[in-house]
């Protein structure tokens, strides 16, 4: 098993730039979430799903959009890039968010000029 | 909403000295994790407690979960330098529809040869 992996894993954007990140995971999980990571503010959750065609917005879910067509992939989309925007994303995904490991993806490291 | 608050947020020690991590809810939790994250890399599951009062040990790593599952901690005995890295914990949170895993601001352990 790959696990959850992430794409890519380094980039840099310009302002008003629209990318994807991608994420996805052979585990057959449910549960799928997005978080960022950013100095001194921990893991803050920006969307999530509970399964496949189910997302729902996190804690910071401005300018990020989700979808989730398949209970493997659960890309995240950054509509206009800003500079707060710069941080290291993380995927992870899990049988269940209440009471089952998280397995994190490696992180894409984001960079808005 | 809810929270989870972890402190401290940096800690520097000696090697061979020991070293403790706080968090606290402000609501009950039915279990709690705890998650190491290594330099530039992910966060990595280390344990979840489910019990009031549960105390678990993993060699040196001792997690314990309060008598009121509102708060929590991790001793590290005898800290090495392979223990360098950020421990984060984190609680579930199902409130109305939400399902979410919150994460606290982390703990960063520096451990000086």
């Known amino acids: 098993n790959a696990g959850v992996t992430q794409t890519p894993k380094f980039q840099v954007l310009k302002t008003g730039q629209s990318m994807t990140l991608q994420c996805a995971q052979d585990?057959?999980?449910?549960?799928m979430s997005w978080y960022r990571q950013d100095p001194g503010m921990g893991l803050r959750l920006i969307h999530y799903?509970?399964?496949?065609?189910?997302?729902d917005q996190g804690e910071v879910p401005n300018g990020y959009n989700v979808s989730r067509s398949t209970t493997e992939d659960f890309p995240l989309r950054l509509l206009s890039a800003a500079p707060s925007q710069t941080s290291v994303y993380f995927c992870?995904?899990?049988?269940?968010?209440?009471?089952?490991?998280?397995?994190f993806g490696p992180g894409t490291r984001l960079t808005v000029l | 909403g809810q929270q989870v608050m972890q402190i401290p947020q940096y800690q520097h020690v000696q090697e061979g000295e020991d070293f403790t991590t706080y968090c606290n809810s402000s609501?009950?939790?039915?279990?709690i994790q705890w998650y190491k994250q290594r330099p530039g890399g992910h966060p990595v599951f280390l344990i979840q407690?489910?019990?009031?009062?549960e105390v678990k040990k993993q060699k040196r790593l001792t997690f314990q979960f309060g008598e009121a599952k509102k708060n929590s901690s991790l001793h590290i005995t005898a800290t090495q330098t392979t223990d360098v890295g950020t421990y984060f914990c984190?609680?579930?949170?199902?409130?109305?529809?939400?399902?979410?895993?919150?994460f606290g601001s982390g703990t960063q352990l520096t451990v000086l040869p």
């Open positions: 992870a995904s899990s049988r269940d968010y209440r009471t089952d490991t998280q397995y």
């Open positions: 585990m057959n999980h449910e549960y």
């Open positions: 799903s509970v399964g496949a065609g189910i997302t």
């Open positions: 609501t009950t939790l039915s279990n």
């Open positions: 407690l489910v019990k009031s009062g």
């Open positions: 984190a609680g579930p949170i199902s409130s109305g529809s939400a399902r979410q895993l919150t």
